[in-house]
């Protein structure tokens, strides 16, 4: 007789499917479909019309300059945490899974607070002629916030795993420190950065509580797209919700499959190097 690797498989992978289908599925499905309700005309009026746009546009914006600091930021700290030892590098560690358990609201609370004109940081750049909160670098401070966990936690497992042969080979043969990172190491690393860079700017895309709070949340300035879908259902226009939220739905899995594909093609040539 024939013994299944996983014992009760079969039980565990309706089970599976069915939290899958409940939790995720069918809440996509039913925006889908409401949006499908409307005609192509109204559909596009409502996604095309000038607020909306401009919702796009601070939001992509926003979000690609949270993922591009993040990259930066994140390798850098993934590299230290796992590089060095230095008082206080667990509770570094632990600070890096703030954003995930800390409420969202509760951080665009604190972050307002900081950057406001009288907060500890906004008092300081105030004079400077740098305005923060309720304005776009508030938005992007708060995307960066809330993602940045999502590449440092992709690239510090792989940054463990490497072999340390490597690096000494490249280093028998002369390489520089830059020329071993560039060749050797971060080849290694795309496909995890990749894979969190797509997490990170999908988590700023969507990214609600922490944003509206320091974001000023003025219509074609700093209003995100998530709080139009917000205002939209307060106003009970269910279709217009449905209809702006399938923009970002589509955006999300564009960039989604975009992403597994440079995913794959990296996976690719680091097999074959």
């Given at each position: 007789?024939?013994?299944?690797?996983?014992?009760?498989?079969?039980?565990?992978?309706?089970?599976?499917?069915?939290?899958?289908?409940?939790?995720?599925?069918?809440?996509?499905?039913?925006?889908?479909?409401?949006?499908?309700?409307?005609?192509?005309?109204?559909?596009?009026?409502?996604?095309?019309?000038?607020?909306?746009?401009?919702?796009?546009?601070?939001?992509?914006?926003?979000?690609?300059?949270?993922?591009?600091?993040?990259?930066?930021?994140?390798?850098?700290?993934?590299?230290?945490?796992?590089?060095?030892?230095?008082?206080?590098?667990?509770?570094?560690?632990?600070?890096?899974?703030?954003?995930?358990?800390?409420?969202?609201?509760?951080?665009?609370?604190?972050?307002?607070?900081?950057?406001?004109?009288?907060?500890?940081?906004?008092?300081?750049?105030?004079?400077?002629?740098?305005?923060?909160?309720?304005?776009?670098?508030?938005?992007?401070?708060?995307?960066?916030?809330?993602?940045?966990?999502?590449?440092?936690?992709?690239?510090?497992?792989?940054?463990?795993?490497?072999?340390?042969?490597?690096?000494?080979?490249?280093?028998?043969?002369?390489?520089?420190?830059?020329?071993?990172?560039?060749?050797?190491?971060?080849p290694l690393l795309t496909p995890a950065?990749?894979?969190?860079?797509?997490?990170?700017?999908?988590?700023?895309?969507?990214?609600?509580?922490?944003?509206?709070?320091?974001?000023?949340?003025?219509?074609?300035?700093?209003?995100?797209?998530?709080?139009?879908?917000?205002?939209?259902?307060?106003?009970?226009?269910?279709?217009?919700?449905?209809?702006?939220?399938?923009?970002?739905?589509?955006?999300?899995?564009?960039?989604?499959?975009?992403?597994?594909?440079?995913?794959?093609?990296?996976?690719?040539?680091?097999?074959?190097?």
């Open positions: 007789m024939k013994r299944n690797v996983l014992p009760g498989l079969h039980l565990s992978l309706g089970v599976t499917l069915f939290y899958v289908g409940l939790i995720v599925v069918l809440p996509l499905a039913a925006l889908v479909f409401k949006a499908a309700s409307l005609g192509p005309q109204d559909y596009w009026a409502i996604i095309s019309s000038p607020r909306a746009v401009a919702s796009y546009r601070v939001t992509a914006l926003c979000a690609l300059a949270a993922t591009v600091f993040n990259l930066f930021f994140g390798l850098a700290l993934a590299w230290v945490l796992t590089r060095y030892r230095f008082p206080g590098w667990r509770l570094v560690d632990a600070i890096v899974d703030l954003p995930f358990a800390l409420p969202t609201a509760v951080a665009g609370i604190a972050l307002t607070a900081l950057f406001a004109n009288n907060g500890w940081f906004g008092s300081l750049l105030s004079p400077l002629g740098i305005k923060v909160a309720y304005t776009p670098i508030g938005i992007m401070i708060a995307m960066c916030f809330t993602s940045l966990p999502f590449i440092v936690r992709t690239v510090q497992p792989v940054l463990e795993d490497l072999d340390p042969a490597l690096e000494e080979a490249a280093q028998s043969l002369g390489g520089s420190d830059w020329t071993i990172f560039r060749k050797v190491i971060l950065l990749l894979a969190g860079l797509s997490l990170s700017f999908a988590r700023s895309l969507g990214e609600f509580g922490a944003i509206i709070f320091i974001a000023g949340n003025k219509p074609m300035e700093t209003e995100i797209t998530a709080l139009l879908v917000f205002i939209r259902l307060e106003e009970y226009d269910y279709q217009a919700a449905a209809a702006i939220a399938s923009v970002l739905l589509i955006t999300a899995f564009v960039m989604l499959a975009l992403t597994n594909l440079l995913q794959a093609r990296a996976l690719r040539y680091t097999i074959r190097n």
